[in-house]
């Protein structure tokens, strides 16, 4: 999954995505434990999903947060004057 298709997602729709794949990984961990696994090159796919994914849900987080920081600022600067 690329990050442009994770940034369309809705929040909702990025949260059960993060849920689907942890439960994935855990499942592939439990196989790589067991030595059932077929393909263990996918746990490595998984991880980075889910880190793509968090990332995409922070800077929305860190975006939201940023601009609402640079309006006070502005408006401090401004009474100080």
Not at 33 to 43: F, M, V, W, Y
């Amino acid at each position: 999954m690329k990050a442009q298709d994770v940034r369309e997602l809705s929040a909702k729709e990025r949260e059960e995505k993060i849920d689907d794949l942890r439960q994935e990984f855990f499942n592939l961990k439990f196989q790589l434990a067991t030595g059932k696994i077929e393909n263990p090159s996918r746990l490595k796919f998984i991880r980075r999903d889910i880190a793509r994914i968090k990332t995409v849900l922070r800077e929305t987080v860190d975006g939201d947060s940023k601009s609402v920081g640079s309006v006070k600022k502005n408006t401090e600067s401004t009474a100080k004057a």
